[in-house]
């Protein structure tokens, strides 16, 4: 099982563990990576051009079908993005012969094949939860974990294809396949408030302090996600802007990744998993391991 | 005479030159964040940092980054090595020629004590890095010619060494092939070390030196008698052989010479060996002068620049040398177009045509907005425009061969620009209600919005929203309609949006919170009853405003874009 490996833009300055600690299982799963310099899935400048937008993803998804690869990617809005520009290509003829005339200038073509896939869902579809479940050697115990969906993987539904929109399972399977208790709370599927960080930065705040008191009443000890964006969101901009009055969010309720937490209960090399990377502290994640 | 004015002339430029662009690292600055500070504080600072270095352990330090990054250019390694073999070929026969060649008298003859520019090994090896140093030329020209990812790629400062740089070379070249066949130097050469004029005497010298030195004399020389030659050897041997050897180790300039016989008259009858030595000379001292404001001042910069980085991702903003670190950085930009070769926003610029989406173009307009030099304010618009495009993704800091700390670069240049009123539409739309954004619009002259004649619009063709209810599902599930109003208080919910635009007012649907405040969940669109695209119609309208706030604040400002902007490439229209 071989992907193309698409880290995204934010991730070598911001999160180099989700990439670190995402490598480290999928190569404990078998599943092998490729890598190849790619560029920007898009999604950043979709607000302003859409055509850049598809374009760059377009570009992205020339250069895997070069490769006669998959893409896996741990983002979020990558995903999203490289799947929504599928589907435009897809349905519009006259923005399909625009962008492959731009990318002919380059060797390049694109056209139906390849497959964009989250690591969630490579995790789930393609390792399988039987498989993970062989290889979790420290499973968590009294561990409640709030999964946090992300908007672009669930919707638009009709685009991305991850999991049952309004009722999604795949996360929880994962979170429950490492030995933790998957929590159950009503504002898992919305969003974390990073696509307005820098244009509204009151309302994006304010957006992830209602999630995470969401979650800390639904009794979660950490909040787990997988996308770079909301990691950012969650952990790097709460522990250097807590909305005011409110520090004390600060250090409650880490948000931890999905890799960070499958990787301890394989048993990882914690170097790799980089809990003491994240900046709300969340090292205490290992005393729930049972060894 | 001539030489030394030239000389001291250059130089003075070349000085006076060089504390004008250094005390620009104090003066000039970019990014909001360093813009209390004065000259003398910056000053200040850097000497104390300075002194601190050299004092500490530091100073270890500094020697591993001149011997690995300057000396071997590990960075250009790093990133390009067909490059950085060039590079360092170019570059170490330069650095040969300056000082062994160049400045012989200086450092030649202090170094080896039987030096004569006529004799071998030196004969030789002036050659040798003559033809390395054009091989390297010759490499950045074809590069330069064959391989152009975006059309600034070359500018005027790269034309303008490459061509120094080649005609130093060439006329050094040219210079010893009209030497080699010179009879005027000839003539003067036995004045004054055979003293004698007696056409008898000389004779034989003449002709050993037609047939084996390659001399071209205006009379016949007879070269054909071995008695002749025998009695030349023997002069030649007294007189000439110390300091003189056969020009054929002058591997360039000797087949050079030999191609150019049949001129070889007419250039010694004017003294082509002296107007081509000007021409070697005046082109050196236009070197040395330009130095400080060329491309060659990257001799400079880049070596200083490596030294001084902060390789830590952010640069820190208790760095109380960030702002001279920051105009250092920006002059050790070479434009050698690398950063922009692994950008990972490279296909905007494909798309937009914007320029300044690339680190290296984009560092030139930084460069002059930091400056102060004729800066357009028509240009502002595309700076933005590029400046917004950027992912921070760090790629142009990690490949720069300079070493430049270019993602502080862009922080700082964001902020510079959003003081300056170009913060971007996310800003601008905060200013004004959907409505005062409606008429001012309309008083700008500017048409209504036109029919989404692009594929790309075709969310917003009336079918598109045409089949909606008004049941406020969309509203209900809208994460963003409920916040406070202190934080956003979008006057339309989205269904409302899908209302003005079936009244086809763009303008006012365009700019509302609404639109500008979606958090783009996709909430709306998964639960509308009546399959209505609205997340992707609401990020449609802020395609529309990204183009449109540009243009009507422009307007509004007072100066009128220099041309329409209508054709999607241009300036105010880049993104």
Redesign the interface.
Known sequence: MKFLFFAG??I??ELKHYETSSRAVLNALGVELADV?L??C?Y?????????SI??AA?NLALASRQRLDILTPCKCCFGNLKYAISRLRE?R??REKINR?LE?EGLFWEEGIQVKHLLSVLVHDVGLSAIREKVRHPFRELNIAPHYG??A????RVVHFDN??APTLFEKLVAVTGAEPVSWSRRL??C?N??W???N??SL??MQKKLEDAHRAGADFLCVACTYCQIQFDRIRASHPEEGNSSWKHKLPSILYPQLLGLAMGLKERDLGLENNAVDSRHLTRYCCR | MIFNTALYLSLFICVLGLIYRIAGWFRLSIGPDVAGESAVDRLWHACKTVLRALAGLRMLILFKILFIDVLLQADLFKAHKVRWLFHILLFYSFVVLVFMHAMDDMVTRALFSDYESTLNPYMFLRNLFGAIAFLGILFFILRRIRKKPFPKATSRTDIAAIVLLSVILLSGFLLEAVQIFSAPIFDEMVADYMRSDDPEETAPLKSYWAEEYGVVFPEAVDTESPELLYAGQKLHEDYCAVCHVRPISAFVSYPLSISMRSFANALNAIRADIWLWYVHFIACFIGLACLPFSKFFHFISVPLNLMIRTKS?QVGSDDWNRAVKRSIGMDACTHCGICSL???????Y???ANPNVLPSEKLLSIQRIASGRHVDRNDYPAVS?GS??C?????CT?FCPSGIVL?DLWQASKQELACRGFSG??QWIRERSAGQWASLSEQCGLPDIPEPDD??L?NMAPEAFSNCVQCTVCANVC??VS??D???SPEVTPQQVMNLLRLNMRDLAMGSRMV??C?????C??HCPQGI?V??IL??L??MG?NRLQKVRFMESGKPEKDGGSDGTSGGNA?
């Open positions: 833009c934010k070598e300055k310099e560029n920007c898009g950043p400048i979709r607000h302003q051009n859409m055509v850049a374009f760059s570009r519009d006259d923005l731009l200038k908007c672009h669930l919707r638009p539904s929109p309004p919305e969003c408030g696509p307005l820098e244009k509204n009151g309302l304010y957006m | 991702p692994h950008c990972s926003v490279m296909p905007i494909r798309v937009t425009a917004l495009a992912t921070d993704c760090g790629r990690a993602h539409p996310d594929y790309l075709r994460p963003v916040v406070p202190s934080l956003s500008w405040d958090v783009t969940c996709y909430m669109q998964e695209r997340a992707d990020y449609e802020r395609n990204a993104i």
